[in-house]
Each structure stands twice: as structure tokens, then as C-alpha cells.
């Protein structure tokens, strides 16, 4: 690569306008190979110390972990419009669900399963007969049997010791391959459990027919240089014969995480659209595809430009809104308002953006507010074929600031108060609960 950054996403002509000039891609990598080089790429000078997988997979959870979201729903129908759209984006797996949960999910997980996809469908099982026998009915090729791996688990929640995970571990995964089923095996909390039990069991595992292990960081505490020392020293005492990871974003280190996973071979990072999922959500499907893409040139089999239009629809099924500073898919992802940074995006689009927007789908915007420049006038006045001399620049562009500044907050806050009720406690309401309670025939004390 010689220092370029990758051309196919990042160089482009000056655009002389908000939005990017489409040019052909031939005459594009000859314009930036004519000129003088704008950026360099120092990923290259790291090359050396990553050791992708020959191929990636992306395997997305936004149908299981993304629904377990604090007051997340999705019908059967829904989960199949989202189902839909992923594999027709090029998505490699998919969990739709676990499909014992109850009468309805199990209807949801048959109906992905049936419909058909490109993408391969998985749905998730404990280490319990009956919850494999749900994926195997269900009509699922591909199952993720989990459990629960550190010590604060087996003795508070699973009240199991390890050889008795370690016997209902193989059970499921031989039962499962007895049943032609493709086996994951997964264990929460990979990362905090005993590095011993850890190698016996995923050995066990293997050995009883699983192809692919999955090493979960369930409360994300891992960073990036730690859990490389974890991958590699699970690389070398397990020897995985396919590696997975499932990073929650506690500490806002998901995506980082997942990426160190495949830079030292992990071959199906797990993902959720929008970084949806329990408590701060899981890596983004976004994010992880665009790094994997943009910045490291590793395929990932997924049309990015539809990234957007996935974005929105899972926003809206689920009811969680995306961020305005969210990455690539927020509101402001591709927006300008600064005077300095829309002069320099209006010069040339490298300046202030490290992607052009129509790869995930999205096209730029510049804002007119109280930080406008008068680049951003002359601009927004070409839209319309005017020109106007300075004095009126200036006169317009006090204009808008005065107006935006004068502006009052109010609906902003009403949205806010609206929004906090809604999300500082999802679900049922305490009212709600106790009304059903007596309607089973209990009686709450009196206070």
C-alpha cells in the first residue's frame, strides 16, 4: 500500500459542493496516484503484528443479545424483516433466537429458519437437554450452546461444580452433532474464569464434536492488550479449530476488543446493529465491518452501503434510538456546522471525514448554526444558483447566528424529559406488575 490510505473508501475528488462527486473508481485511483500523497496510512507500519483469518465471517446477535436490551421486543415478523435485510447485506450467520424462551420466540426462530436465507441460521441453547432439542426443532442448521464459565457463576447462579458444567457441556454438543447440527460452544465470562478450567473445558468440547469456540468477555472488562495475552494464550493451550468472540461494551471497549480478537485470528466476530444489547450493548456491526474494511482492507462479505437503511430499521423495531454521536450511523456521523471544518470539507473531503458517507449509505450535511463559516453561505446559496457580494455574506451569516442563538431549548428539553421516562425504566411499570399480581388471586400486604 506504500502509506495510501485504502482508495476504494477514502480518496475522492474536491467535491466543490456538500455532497462527493461520483467519479469512476479507474479515474479516481489515477487522479490520487497522480498527486502528491494527502494522508498517510500508518496502519501499514503495523501490518507485520496482525494475523487475520484467511476469511471473516460476521456473525450477528442483533436477534438474540440486541433483543435481551432493557425493553426490547421484536415480533416473529419482525425479526424476520431484520433477518431479511441481513442476509441480503451479506451477513455470514445470524441468531435469531432462543427459541425455548417461549411459544412465540420459538415461532419467531422457525420462521428466520425457513425462510429461505442466504445467511446461516443459528439459535441459541443452555447445556439443557430440552433447550436443544427447541434448535433442533426449530429447523436451525446452527446452534450456540453457552454456559457459564467463571467461578462467581457456578457457585451463585449455576450452583454446579466445573466437572459437572464440563459432563452437561459435552452432552449438548455430542447431542447436537448427533442431530446434524452445526455446534458453537460458548461460555459467559470466559475471561474471568480459571485459565485451567477454561483449556480443560473448551479441549472437552472439541474433542466432542464442536467447530466453533466462543471466548465471551460477558461484562467487558477486557482491553485491547490484555485480551490479546487471553486469545493468544487460548490460541496455544486450546488450539481452536475456529475461533469467535462476543464483547459487551461496559467500558466502551466492544469494538476495540472484537477487532483485537481478529487481528490475532479470530475468524466470526459476534456483532449487533447499533451496538444494541444488554446493559451498554455489544460491538457495533457498523463499526466492526467499516474498521475490518476501510482501515484494514480485510473482506467482510457485508454491502456497507446499506448500513444506514439497517440502522434505521432495527432503531425502529426496537425503539432504542441511535445516538446523535453514534459512529457512521448517528445523526451527526457525516454533519458540519464548525466554519473551519465545513471550509475545509468544502476543499476537499479528506479534511475532516475518513470515509466518504454513500459507503454506509449516508450523505453529508452542513449544518447552518451558531458556529457557521461564510463558506457554509456561498455554499448553501449555490443551491439555488445565488451569489451574493460579502456585505451580504456577512449580513446573513450574523443572521443565522442570531437566529440560532436566540432559539429557545424548550422543545429540546421536553424531548429530553420524554426520552429519560421512557428509558430510565423500561418495561412494565410498578403499577402495571401489581395489578397483575392480583389478579392471580395474591394479595399484597397492606402498608
Known sequence: MGGRLALRHVVTGRTGGGRSTNVNAEATVAEAMAEPRLVEDYHTETAHKRRFPSSVEIWDETLRDGEQAPGVHFTPEEKLRVAELLSEMGVSVLNAGIPVVSEEEARAVHRVAHAGLKAKVLAA?????????????????????????SQV????????????????????????????????????DTVRAPFPFVERLYRAVQEAGADRLVVADTVGIMTPLTFRWFLKEFILRVQPKDLSVHCHNDFGLATANTLT???????????CVNGLGERAGNASFEEVVLVLESLYQVKTGIRTERIHELSRLVEELSGVPVAANKALVGYNAFSHEAGIHTHGILAHTLTYEPIQPEIVGRHRQMILGKHTGKAAIVEKLKERGLTAPDAILIELLERVKTETESRSKSDLQRFLHEYRTLFERPGLSDEEFWTMVEAVGLRTAKT
Not at 441453547?125 to 464459565?149: L, Q
Not at 451463585?156 to 455430542?174: P, W
Open 153 to 188: 457463576h457456578l457457585k451463585y447462579k449455576l450452583k454446579m461444580t466445573e466437572d459437572e458444567v464440563l459432563q452437561a457441556s459435552v452432552d449438548s454438543v455430542r447431542r447436537a452433532k448427533e442431530a446434524g447440527l452445526h455446534v458453537a460452544y460458548v461460555t459467559e
Open 125 to 149: 441453547a443452555r447445556t439443557v437437554p430440552r433447550d436443544v432439542d427447541a434448535v433442533i426443532t426449530s429447523g436451525a442448521t446452527h446452534i450456540a450452546i453457552f454456559v457459564a464459565a
Open 261 to 271: 480478537a481478529v487481528e490475532v485470528g479470530a475468524r466470526a466476530p459476534q456483532v
